[in-house]
């Protein structure tokens, strides 16, 4: 076979595994709806379900795209929502001030994501050591808060009229299209986005060209700080209450979202800013349709290992995509 | 060409979204049941799925009332926090379900509201809200009620098991503190140290130990002054250093080991190897008649596991008009006290006269408060078991 068949071959290859992720998230919307309807119950309803279920997790994954693509891994951001929601009701309670009160969550959101960053700078360790370790601490210091405080309720909250408002789809949608958009057009057209893929595919390369890891790295978790500030506040949105296990499954589902989004977790030139939102919503398609088709009397834990092998599939799928002898474009 | 695909196929969905959840309104989730000749669908919020307790209570509405009545109960999986449980009900609506019972605590408040939006009848089983959240929340036409062991009841329940073997003339215990910060568990073993002749951090009283061991997730051995009684050590949580710390206490031979709750599930194999005297605060099921006929459990606390029969009456009634209101109109509360057995013959009374096809709450005696009936009358049968 000539190098042209082979390239043709390839591209062809790419384009199909690359657009699978779409269309997998097409596919289930579309397995939902027939599900829902099939059954009788409110489709109007179920979908705000999964939205309301899935707009958390899409925002704070996309802003961990921007880590994920350095090739760095944080396991940290669901702790660091569950602090920073902790952190803004706490001040909420002590000043009355909506306005302070996002300000504190994300000014928190962004301090976490920060000191993991300079942390793992200033002692030079990887990135994953630091946020295990920022998850532990963040984790304990919002338990404390909250037991402390929570008392016999067993969680701090809000007035729940503060924030119902902006408990409706359209504020909601706002909130991740803004955030989105945001993303997108810092990671797709500037320089910002093409450098951390450099960085993220090979960077000792990208260190030679000049490129300054320190710089990418902080703008990376910056941006990774504003999608959980954003995810604490919108956890709040949805429920004005915040307990110790809060926000306890995000840290896990960014890179199960990730993955189903077809984004490599190894980061570099094929990280798509898009994987998250189409991943997220995608996991949380899934996990809602096996609940509907499982009968809950099974056995707890079904869905899971559905989930966890549909997880591998994907990730087996996708990975076809990189087992390739020619580079990545 | 992708991005782009992406982007259309997320505001497809966003918009479809949109479009869907303006198209009604929440009063349409509301299916009130016909008496007698629909089946009145029953969501169950649960945080714990495989407790002894917890399998009691399922057995007893799955195998026993939903044979009996015309019911069906849907459990959830285990709810992990706040957000969960409210997207549990919101699904149980979105099924057209009459009432949501719930064992789950992360949230109460948001469980009502979200209930009351949604037009579902909404009990708390075997537990209590806040004073002030239920003061908060009486008044809701879509909250029947709750009923279950109070942090009061907690506490002496945890105060008696300690005044228990203080009496007994232990000298030396281990403690276990379950799973503090959980409220319950705070209270309980505040009860435990209380009653046991203890003071911490120098207070001697509930809200005193209470609230210490809020601030410090957890007993401080260096804060705890007992009288005669030694504690040989304290452990809490479940995790890969427990068993660890729970050989250390029995390394010790502690003249017993008092437990907040789930000792019987985790310890029991351990402490009966080791003839060790223990108690726990659990429920009365055919795994602690065990423990107490050929084991070391000595005193156990507990629920029966029908004693939510009468919150399920309750609920029934509200969804067939037959709501069960205190004189101001407000939701009922009742606090449930626990039973106690310190010896086998004790034990199998309560647990044979709450079995399969003959529990406590049977139909014969739940019919007596299903249908229109006075709140002085349904709390006289709540109070009389």
Known sequence: ?329 | MKKALALILALVMVLTLAACGGSSTDSEAQTPADEGDKTVKIGVLVSDVSGEEALGFRAYYEDYIAKNYNVTFTYTEQLEDAAAEKAAIEKFAAQGYDAILSLAASDRATQIETCEANGLYYAVVSGMLDDAQFEQYKGNEHFVGQIGPSMDTEYEAGYAMGQYFAQQGVKTVGIYGAFIPNPMHVYRTAGVLAGLGCTYGGASDKDGIAGQLFGDQGVDMSKVACGDIQIVGYFQGFGDTTFDELFAIIGQQPDAFLSVGMATTFFADSLNGANIPYSDIDSFTSGNAANMADGTLTYLAGKYSSSIGPIFAATLNAVNGNPIRDAEGNAISISQSYLVATDSATFDSIFNGDKGDSPIFSKDVLDTVIGAVSYDDFVKLVESK
């Not at chain 1, 409706?168 to 057009?185: E, Q, R, S």
Request: hydrophobic residues 55%; positive net charge.
């Open chain 1, 1 to 329: 076979m000539d190098n042209e068949a082979i390239l043709r071959k390839y591209k062809l290859r790419q384009k199909l595994i690359n657009i699978l992720p779409v269309a997998a998230l097409a596919v289930l919307f579309t397995i939902l709806v027939v599900t829902v309807q099939a059954k009788g119950y409110r489709l109007d309803m179920y979908l705000k379900i999964v939205f309301n279920e899935g707009v958390v997790l899409a925002v704070v994954a996309t802003g961990a795209v921007f880590i994920y693509t350095l090739g760095s891994f944080d396991i940290s951001l669901g702790a660091s929502t569950l602090f920073s929601a902790t952190m803004g009701v706490m001040t909420y309670n002590a000043t009355g001030s909506l306005a302070l009160m996002i300000l504190v969550i994300f000014g928190a959101a962004v301090g976490c994501s920060l000191l993991s960053s300079v942390l793992a700078s200033v002692f030079h360790i990887p990135v994953f050591v630091t946020t295990v370790a920022m998850m532990s601490v963040l984790s304990a210091i919002a338990a404390q808060i909250i037991t402390t405080n929570g008392g016999a309720v067993g969680g701090i909250s809000i007035p729940s009229a503060l924030v119902k408002p902006l408990d409706n789809m359209g504020f909601k949608i706002a909130a991740l299209a803004v955030f989105w958009l945001v993303c997108f057009f810092v990671f797709s057209f500037t320089k910002i986005g093409r450098r951390q893929k450099f960085l993220g595919g090979n960077p000792v390369c990208a260190q030679l060209t000049g490129i300054q890891v320190n710089k990418y790295a902080i703008i990376a978790f910056v941006m990774a700080g504003l999608g959980v500030g954003l995810g604490a506040f919108l956890t709040l949105v949805y429920t004005p209450s915040v307990t110790a296990t809060t926000a306890g499954s995000i840290g896990m589902n960014i890179v199960v979202a990730i993955v189903f989004g077809g984004m490599p977790i190894s980061g570099g030139p094929r990280s798509r800013i898009y994987a998250a939102l189409v991943g997220g919503f995608s996991y949380i398609l899934l996990n809602n349709i096996l609940k509907l088709l499982i009968d809950s009397n099974i056995g707890y834990g079904v869905s899971q290992i559905v989930s966890a092998v549909f997880f591998l599939a994907v990730v087996y799928v996708t990975g076809l995509n990189y087992r390739s002898q020619m580079l990545p474009r």
